[in-house]
Nanobody, 117 residues
Framework: QVQLVESGGGLVQAGGSLRLSCVVS????????MGWYRQAPGKQRELVAV???????NYADSVKGRFTISRVYAENTVYLQMNKLKPEDTAVYYC???????????WGQGTQVTVSS
């Protein structure tokens, strides 16, 4: 069956780094869009970064220059390298996999990222 599994969250001091990973299994095609969203307490879920087919990337302005999204297309795996973390990056981070031709839209269970000042 299709599964989406995230990993890599944790607690880090401001200025530190973390790497999130997300893999989708049980699918025999390359997913068009894979990305990361986050939701802080009391706030709406927001896009952090997405990488589309053709390696087109989009980032939230708040993370540009600090976060890097990358993919292994053949393995339907996406990574988010987060550097120079700030306390305002604290949130639950969710992986999303979206393949419109097949109506596929998967969400992970979320992984907590906490940045202490």
């Amino acid at each position: 069956q299709v599964q989406l599994v995230e990993s890599g969250g944790g607690l880090v001091q401001a200025g530190g780094s973390l790497r999130l990973s997300c893999v989708v299994s049980g699918i025999r095609f390359s997913i068009d869009d894979m990305g990361w969203y986050r939701q802080a307490p009391g706030k709406q879920r927001e896009l952090v970064a997405v990488i589309r087919s053709g390696s087109i990337t989009n980032y939230a302005d708040s993370v540009k220059g600090r976060f890097t999204i990358s993919r292994v297309y053949a393995e339907n795996t996406v990574y988010l390298q987060m550097n120079k973390l700030k306390p305002e990056d604290t949130a639950v981070y969710y992986c999303n996999a979206n393949h419109r031709p097949f109506g596929l839209n998967l969400w992970g269970q979320g992984t907590q990222v906490t940045v202490s000042s």
